[in-house]
């Protein structure tokens, strides 16, 4: 009896040290995902396109909220210590103190409201598109707030309608198509493998 409860107990000390490098794996892999999709970009205006949120989506919605959050803090704090992970292969606290710092700090947020909506409503794709919704005007958010700090600190007298036409109303045909195209590789992935 106690040999079969040792066995028993082995086995799933194993399964979970299985688990946790999985994980461990698939964190890392979606931080690196993210890392190269902001390397994909076009310079438009001081906030360039890139394809990050796409990332960020599909860390969320594969990975779930825990995962898929911890992989985007991970991105961050990769790029805050200087690892050159963001846009244009940058890094340092320089770029969070940026014009994109509001974006990149919103993107925590996007994760975990993306990930939850997975974690429970992961066959329903009008959830997680509007999961991806949310996720997108929480980034918007914080890019916008900060944006507006940031011109009015350094004298450019900036209202919001002039923050939205420079850090919202460019990128919304973009982020939908975004949207599109995560939803769609997240329904397939979904069928093929189980993160």
């Not at 394809?51 to 860390?59: C, P, R, S, V, Y």
């Not at 005007?137 to 036409?165: D, E, P, V």
């Not at 109303?169 to 992935?189: C, E, H, T, Y």
Request: positive net charge.
């Amino acid at each position: 009896m106690a040999q079969t409860q040792n066995t028993g107990r082995t086995r799933e000390r194993n399964n979970n040290r299985k688990k946790l490098l999985t994980d461990s794996i698939y964190i890392a892999l979606f931080a690196a995902v993210i890392a190269i999709c902001a390397q994909i970009r076009l310079p438009i205006g001081p906030i360039p396109f890139t394809l990050q949120t796409l990332g960020i989506f599909l860390a969320g919605g594969l990975l779930g909220a825990k995962k898929g959050t911890i992989s985007v803090l991970i991105y961050i704090l990769l790029g805050a210590v200087g690892v050159p992970v963001f846009n244009g292969f940058s890094g340092g606290p320089g770029v969070l103190f940026g014009v994109t710092g509001g974006y990149i700090i919103g993107f925590i947020f996007t994760a975990l409201v993306v990930g939850i909506a997975s974690d429970h409503w992961k066959k329903k794709i009008w959830i997680l598109i509007a999961a991806m919704v949310v996720g997108a005007i929480l980034y918007y958010a914080f890019g916008t707030a900060w944006y507006i700090i940031l011109m009015n600190s350094q004298g450019n007298a900036t209202g919001l309608w002039a923050a939205l036409s420079s850090c919202v109303i460019p990128f919304l045909i973009p982020d939908a198509a975004k949207i599109a195209v995560s939803v769609i590789i997240i329904n397939r992935l979904n069928k093929i493998i189980k993160i």
